[in-house]
């Protein structure tokens, strides 16, 4: 699922890919292929407006569930990895912008209740590192903030939760936390109450509508495309989760993790 979630297949790629299919149809059958470009183009094209996919983002943060627990009630912060960098030419890998925003957040929140930090994120296939570590360099070396415990095995987030919630019994800790973008909380918050977990949220950039619209709002823009995928992605992520793992029992619920996984940072 973690590998389909972002291939062309899910959308708004899938609408990309479907205007050359339609047109290659509609040499054969003139008007099914027509109606497939047509019915792509439109919706790849409000897609891309910044009015939609602003709409589609607090679509998908509205679904966080509603937590009465206080942060003063939290005993660690965990801080989930989101994008990696990609080096070249004699520069090293790295965390991507969205994992930089959360580690400024989690510093920010370090400071204000001084808890202990878990960065959970494993390896990408083409990364020299887990995202966890990688993250550990920059909290320490930007910050000042050692973290306590790196996870450095997990996948996905289904797996972000099972995987930090081992580490956490261990250490009697059962309310945490939890550091992402607004979009992506209810996804994590949901894996972590599946684990066993109590998390509070803590969103890095909300989205909000401003009070009125202009032109701009309805002309099609890279950025809008992006936030219409990860609005996309999370909701059609938790519809999944919520079906997959529902009745699953998560891995690291009576049994241990990954050898490799339980590491403190200072090791």
């Not at 047109?23 to 439109?42: E, H, Y």
């Not at 309310?175 to 949901?190: E, G």
Request: glycine residues 6%; proline residues 6%; hydrophobic residues 45%.
């Amino acid at each position: 699922m973690n590998e389909l979630s972002f291939s062309a297949l899910m959308p708004p790629m899938c609408f990309l890919i479907a205007v050359p299919i339609g047109a290659f149809i509609a040499f054969r059958w003139r008007r099914l292929g027509l109606a497939i470009v047509l019915i792509s183009s439109l919706l790849l094209y409000a897609l891309c407006t910044s009015f939609i996919s602003t709409r589609l983002l607090i679509a998908a943060e509205s679904h966080a569930p509603a937590n009465v627990t206080t942060a003063a009630d939290a005993q660690a912060i965990v801080v989930l990895a989101g994008d990696a960098s990609h080096g070249r030419n004699g520069v090293a890998d790295g965390v991507g912008p969205l994992t930089l925003d959360r580690l400024h957040l989690a510093a920010s929140v370090y400071r204000a209740h001084h808890l202990p930090i878990l960065l959970t994120g494993g390896s990408e296939t083409d990364t020299e590192e887990s995202l966890a570590h990688f993250m550990a360099e920059v909290l320490e070396s930007d910050y000042g903030i050692k973290p306590t415990w790196i996870e450095d095995k997990s996948k996905n987030t289904f797996q972000n939760a099972s995987y930090s919630a081992a580490i956490l019994r261990t250490n009697n800790i059962s309310r945490v936390i939890i550091v992402s973008q607004a979009w992506h909380l209810p996804r994590a918050l949901w894996a972590f109450s599946q684990a066993g977990i109590t998390a509070i949220p803590a969103p890095a950039h909300q989205t909000y509508i401003g009070q009125q619209n202009d032109v701009s709002d309805f002309l099609p823009n890279y950025r809008s495309f992006a936030k219409s995928f990860y609005a996309l992605h999370e909701l059609l992520g938790l519809a999944y989760y919520r079906f997959h793992y529902s009745h699953n029992r998560p891995p690291s619920v009576g049994t241990d993790p990954p050898s490799g996984d339980m590491r403190r940072a200072s090791e």
